[in-house]
């Protein structure tokens, strides 16, 4: 299922935020596991023209720069969050196959661990503070994006999953 036809459900209560912030903080080690067992080849082969499993990685790291976006929106009590481009220019243009797997790990570490780390001090009584998510058209709660970031993680990393299957 693409991305962009997901639906979501965000009744679930703001308490689910520290587990919701775990998935978050373990996604770069299991990025990091799921690629060092690869060889370049399986790593940047593009699947017709879709992203390579290297070039999906790149992606994640590209996105946290909006996740940190719209925590500024939130704080800034902005009524709608920062739109994601979606034509993603930024990992078309990155090149990420010409990096080294353990650069874009590295780089995604770092910038995943400020995301949460500025989560982690987020006031417990502004979890739910809420704007409308410019896509889907709706209010997000901070709990929601958190969520709707771990999933995109896991969208992501199933299709590297996938493509790694396809080059056995």
Do not use: C
């Amino acid at each position: 299922m693409r991305w962009v036809d997901r639906a979501f459900d965000f009744s679930f209560p703001v308490e689910m935020f520290a587990s919701v912030l775990e998935r978050l903080r373990g996604a770069p080690a299991r990025l990091e596991e799921k690629l060092r067992s690869l060889d370049r080849a399986t790593l940047t082969r593009s699947a017709g023209d879709s992203w390579s499993i290297q070039e999906h990685a790149g992606h994640l790291l590209d996105l946290d720069e909006l996740h940190i976006a719209r925590l500024d929106d939130y704080e800034a009590g902005a009524p709608v969050l920062s739109a994601a481009d979606m034509e993603n220019r930024k990992t078309f243009e990155a090149n990420h196959n010409a990096r080294p797997f353990e650069e874009i790990v590295s780089d995604f570490r770092r910038e995943r661990g400020a995301f949460v780390a500025r989560l982690e001090t987020w006031p417990e009584d502004r979890r739910g503070a809420s704007a409308i998510h410019p896509r889907l058209n709706r209010p997000m709660r901070v709990v929601d994006m958190a969520y709707f970031v771990a999933e995109h993680d896991d969208h992501h990393l199933a299709r590297m999953t996938e493509l790694a299957a396809k080059s056995d």
